[in-house]
Every structure is written in structure tokens, then in C-alpha cells.
């Protein structure tokens, strides 16, 4: 079944244009084009204040002994600022990767010649009701889905009528358009990023983030094996010194991809095995050094501290967060979380080869204003690749959509 099945069967049973028409001086909303931005922008605004309020986030935060996290709940609390902030890659280190997007050609399927607009009319606002459940059902959060739903109505509310018989291709479009902007955040190349870093500092120190289980000890063989295979030399730091069991399973990767390990007996310090990585890294002249720090320990603050603390003593050049695709809308409040503490770089979603339903993707990058930047595809070292938007959006969509319908000479 597709991911939008249930959406398409309603949006398909719109046959008349004028089922979601009204004159074009009834326009409610000014025409999707020119206002986009604004509106886009002040929606996000909004639902990210309350997001940044989750009882979890409090919850956990006030929980906390550190001062540092006090002093963050504060903010949280206080401040309408800390989203816009949040919104802002702060340095220059990430190089981004262009793309034009999924280009949808809309034209030929508008007929000019009326004067008729599409209005929210109860057909319209039915079908957006629906897309809005099929979304949810999806895994995609709230906030994700609201933004989707606001985009469409930009994009849609006050454009000229559709020829007959192309309704569904306008809606798809709209929609597809949408979804493409919540992954397009900032979006930066990984390889590129990386190489520059070490152009520039000789080393890239990399610290992967994220709860137990989602594939960050896996994420580090794969981009230790993959900066390898590029020339690099590659030291992999065991600092999840809390679950029996991480330090071999990472030695074990380490021999396998031909990577370096530093590493001490389990129970020990997290953030001096990291240091001791860097410096290792610095006196043998390796070039890159991976953090693999645990994703459970008592309880979530004493997880949270710890990460803090291997962040302030190695001050890594990327934190990546690692999410479980399978995950689903928990993969999405796990990366808000993480974010707020460690202002993490990227994502990487891992576990995209099962049956994952794809809405966590959606929303991670809308939620966490940090794009997915890689994508675990299965459990061997090759199996990490770039996370390409339009890619993942027309796979995702594949079931439901037959991109080739927009075509100019498909619709005419
Ligand atoms: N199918 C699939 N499995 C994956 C992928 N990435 C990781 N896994 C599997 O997920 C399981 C957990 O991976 P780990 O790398 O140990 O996860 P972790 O985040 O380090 O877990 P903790 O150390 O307990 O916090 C392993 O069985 C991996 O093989 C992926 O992209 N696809
Ligand atoms: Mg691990």
C-alpha cells in the first residue's frame, strides 16, 4: 500500500473543477507565490515555541543537577527566541549541496482562461481533512504536518481553476512541492564537508548521537569504511563505556574496516577515551576521528550530561544524530530533544531498507531545522549512502505518484 493510498482515493474522486472553485474575487488567501515566504516562516515560528515545551524536555531538564541544563530549561521556558535561533546553522564548516528540488511543471495543467479560482470550498477543505489523517498515519509529527497542510493551502487557495481532468495532478504537485521543502533545511554534502574540515584543521573530529539501538556504533564502521575507501586515515573512539558488550562490538568494526581503535576497559570515562582518540588521531597524523558514544545509561539526564561533557572536552566539527527510521514519530521527538542539548549538525536515518513508513524523515529535518544528511540502507559497511531528497521523496511517493505525469507533453 502506498504511502498516500488513502489520501489519493478521496483527492481522485474530485472530478469537477468546480467542486473546489469560486471567483477570482473570493479569493480568501492571496495566491500561494508571492506570500509563501512569510507564511511559512511565521507558521514555523509558531509551532515550534510549543514544541520546544515538551513535558519529556521539561520533564527531563528539571530533573537535572547540572547548572548548564537549569539554565536551558529557562530558556526553553522563557524565550519565543530559542526557536529562531535553533533555525541557524551558526558556522560556516558545512558545505551545501545544491538541488533544484523536485521541478514539478504545473502550467499546462491551469486553464488560463477562467477566471474561476481554486477556493476552500467544504470539497477542498474534505480533502485537506484527509490528507492531514493520511499524514498522521504516516509517522509524520504535528508540526511537520501542519507546515505541509499551510504550504498546500498556499500553494493551491487562490490559483486558477484546473483544466478538467487534471485536479489531481494540481493536488499532487502542490503537495509533492511541499513535502520536498520540509527536507530541503540547510542541506549539506557530506564528503565535501568533511574534506574541507580536514583541509583546513588537518583532522574532522565526527561524534555520533542518538538513544540505544538506532545504529550508531553501525554508522560509524559504515562512515569510517567509507572515508577509508576515499584515503583517509580513520580512529574510531569507543566512548560508549556504559553497555557490556560496545567496546568489542566497535573493536570488532574497527578491524574489519581497517580503522584504528582507541579505546579503555567499560566503565570508564566516556569523555577522556574521546580526548585520548584525538590526541592519538593528532600524534599519528590519522585525519578523521568517529565518536561512538552509548545511547542508554541510568536515566536520560545522566545520558544527556554525558554527551555534554564528550562534546565540551573534544568540541567535535560535526555531531551527527542517528534515527531509527523504524522509529517513526519517537525517532522525531528523540532528535528535538537531542537538538536542544547538543545542537547536532545532521541526521542520519538509519535503517531506510525496512519497511519503515518514511513520515520520520519527513519530519526530523522540519522539526530539528537540521537536514538528513545520510541514510542507513542495510547492515553491511556499504550500505550508507548521501540522502538525497528527491530521491527518497520520489520512492516514498513511487506507490501513489507517477512522476512522469507532469511532463508538459504527458498532460497535453
Ligand atoms: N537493516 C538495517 N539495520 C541496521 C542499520 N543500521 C544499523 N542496523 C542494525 O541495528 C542494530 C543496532 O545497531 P547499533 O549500531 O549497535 O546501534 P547503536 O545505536 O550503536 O546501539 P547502542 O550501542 O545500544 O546505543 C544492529 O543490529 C545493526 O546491524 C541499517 O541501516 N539497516
Ligand atoms: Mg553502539
Not at 500561494?32 to 527531563?60: C, F, N, R, Y
Not at 574496516?257 to 570515562?269: L, W
Given at each position: 500500500?502506498?504511502?498516500?493510498?488513502?489520501?489519493?482515493?478521496?483527492?481522485?474522486?474530485?472530478?469537477?473543477?468546480?467542486?473546489?472553485?469560486?471567483?477570482?474575487?473570493?479569493?480568501?488567501?492571496?495566491?500561494?507565490?508571492?506570500?509563501?515566504?512569510?507564511?511559512?516562516?511565521?507558521?514555523?515560528?509558531?509551532?515550534?515555541?510549543?514544541?520546544?515545551?515538551?513535558?519529556?524536555?521539561?520533564?527531563?531538564?528539571?530533573?537535572?543537577?547540572?547548572?548548564?541544563?537549569?539554565?536551558?530549561?529557562?530558556?526553553?521556558?522563557?524565550?519565543?527566541?530559542?526557536?529562531?535561533?535553533?533555525?541557524?546553522?551558526?558556522?560556516?564548516?558545512?558545505?551545501?549541496?545544491?538541488?533544484?528540488?523536485?521541478n514539478i511543471d504545473i502550467e499546462h495543467l491551469l486553464n488560463r482562461k477562467?477566471?474561476?479560482?481554486?477556493?476552500?470550498?467544504?470539497?477542498?477543505?474534505?480533502?485537506?481533512?484527509?490528507?492531514?489523517?493520511?499524514?498522521?498515519?504516516?509517522?509524520?509529527?504535528?508540526?511537520?504536518?501542519?507546515?505541509?497542510?499551510?504550504?498546500?493551502?498556499?500553494?493551491?487557495?487562490?490559483?486558477?481553476?484546473?483544466?478538467?481532468?487534471?485536479?489531481?495532478?494540481?493536488?499532487?504537485?502542490?503537495?509533492?512541492?511541499?513535502?520536498?521543502?520540509?527536507?530541503?533545511?540547510?542541506y549539506w554534502d557530506f564528503n565535501q564537508t568533511v574534506e574541507s574540515i580536514?583541509?583546513?584543521?588537518?583532522?574532522?573530529?565526527?561524534?555520533?548521537?542518538?538513544?540505544?539501538?538506532?545504529?550508531?556504533?553501525?554508522?560509524?564502521?559504515?562512515?569510517?569504511?567509507?572515508?577509508?575507501?576515499?584515503?583517509?586515515?580513520?580512529?574510531?573512539?569507543?566512548?560508549?563505556?556504559?553497555?557490556?558488550?560496545?567496546?568489542?562490538?566497535?573493536?570488532?568494526?574497527?578491524?574489519?574496516?581497517?580503522?584504528?581503535?582507541?579505546?579503555?576497559?567499560?566503565?570508564?570515562?566516556?569523555?577522556?577515551?574521546?580526548?585520548?582518540?584525538?590526541?592519538?588521531?593528532?600524534?599519528?597524523?590519522?585525519?578523521?576521528?568517529?565518536?561512538?558514544?552509548?545511547?542508554?545509561?541510568?536515566?536520560?539526564?545522566?545520558?544527556?550530561?554525558?554527551?555534554?561533557?564528550?562534546?565540551?572536552?573534544?568540541?567535535?566539527?560535526?555531531?551527527?544524530?542517528?534515527?531509527?527510521?523504524?522509529?517513526?514519530?519517537?525517532?522525531?521527538?528523540?532528535?528535538?530533544?537531542?537538538?536542544?542539548?547538543?545542537?547536532?549538525?545532521?541526521?542520519?536515518?538509519?535503517?531506510?531498507?525496512?519497511?519503515?513508513?518514511?513520515?520520520?524523515?519527513?519530519?526530523?529535518?522540519?522539526?530539528?531545522?537540521?537536514?538528513?544528511?545520510?541514510?542507513?540502507?542495510?547492515?553491511?559497511?556499504?550500505?550508507?549512502?548521501?540522502?538525497?531528497?528527491?530521491?527518497?521523496?520520489?520512492?516514498?511517493?513511487?506507490?501513489?505518484?507517477?512522476?512522469?505525469?507532469?511532463?508538459?507533453?504527458?498532460?497535453?
Open positions: 500500500m502506498g504511502f498516500l493510498s488513502r489520501f489519493r482515493r478521496t483527492s481522485r474522486q474530485i472530478s469537477d473543477p468546480e467542486q473546489i472553485a469560486g471567483e477570482s474575487n473570493e479569493n480568501t488567501t492571496p495566491p500561494a507565490v508571492e506570500s509563501k515566504g512569510q507564511e511559512w516562516d511565521e507558521k514555523k515560528e509558531e509551532v515550534k515555541i510549543s514544541e520546544w515545551e515538551s513535558p519529556d524536555t521539561l520533564d527531563m531538564i528539571e530533573k537535572g543537577q547540572d547548572k548548564k541544563l537549569r539554565k536551558l530549561s529557562q530558556r526553553i521556558t522563557s524565550s519565543s527566541k530559542v526557536a529562531s535561533k535553533s533555525s541557524k546553522i551558526t558556522t560556516g564548516k558545512l558545505i551545501p549541496r545544491p538541488s533544484n528540488g523536485l477562467s477566471r474561476r479560482r481554486i477556493s476552500p470550498t467544504p470539497v477542498f477543505e474534505r480533502m485537506m481533512a484527509e490528507l492531514e489523517t493520511t499524514l498522521l498515519e504516516s509517522d509524520m509529527g504535528h508540526s511537520a504536518v501542519d507546515a505541509v497542510l499551510s504550504e498546500m493551502r498556499s500553494k493551491l487557495i487562490g490559483a486558477p481553476l484546473p483544466r478538467k481532468g487534471e485536479i489531481d495532478k494540481i493536488i499532487d504537485a502542490a503537495l509533492i512541492s511541499a513535502l520536498d521543502s520540509l527536507l530541503r533545511v540547510s580536514i583541509q583546513k584543521e588537518d583532522l574532522a573530529v565526527i561524534m555520533l548521537v542518538g538513544v540505544n539501538g538506532t545504529g550508531k556504533t553501525t554508522t560509524a564502521a559504515k562512515i569510517a569504511h567509507r572515508m577509508i575507501k576515499m584515503g583517509y586515515s580513520v580512529v574510531l573512539g569507543a566512548a560508549d563505556t556504559f553497555r557490556a558488550g560496545a567496546i568489542d562490538q566497535l573493536s570488532d568494526h574497527a578491524q574489519k574496516v581497517g580503522a584504528r581503535v582507541v579505546k579503555s576497559q567499560r566503565g570508564g570515562d566516556s569523555a577522556a577515551i574521546a580526548r585520548d582518540a584525538v590526541d592519538s588521531a593528532k600524534a599519528k597524523g590519522d585525519e578523521i576521528v568517529i565518536i561512538d558514544t552509548a545511547g542508554r545509561m541510568q536515566n536520560k539526564t545522566n545520558l544527556m550530561q554525558e554527551l555534554k561533557k564528550v562534546h565540551r572536552v573534544v568540541s567535535p566539527h560535526l555531531v551527527l544524530f542517528v534515527g531509527d527510521a523504524l522509529a517513526g514519530n519517537d525517532a522525531v521527538e528523540q532528535a528535538r530533544i537531542f537538538q536542544s542539548f547538543l545542537n547536532f549538525d545532521g541526521a542520519v536515518l538509519s535503517k531506510l531498507d525496512t519497511d519503515a513508513r518514511g513520515g520520520a524523515a519527513l519530519s526530523i529535518a522540519h522539526s530539528t531545522n537540521r537536514p538528513i544528511v545520510l541514510a542507513g540502507i542495510g547492515q553491511d559497511y556499504d550500505d550508507l549512502t548521501d540522502f538525497e531528497p528527491s530521491g527518497f521523496l520520489t520512492d516514498l511517493l513511487s506507490d501513489d505518484i507517477d512522476f512522469s505525469r507532469f511532463r508538459p507533453e504527458d498532460g497535453d
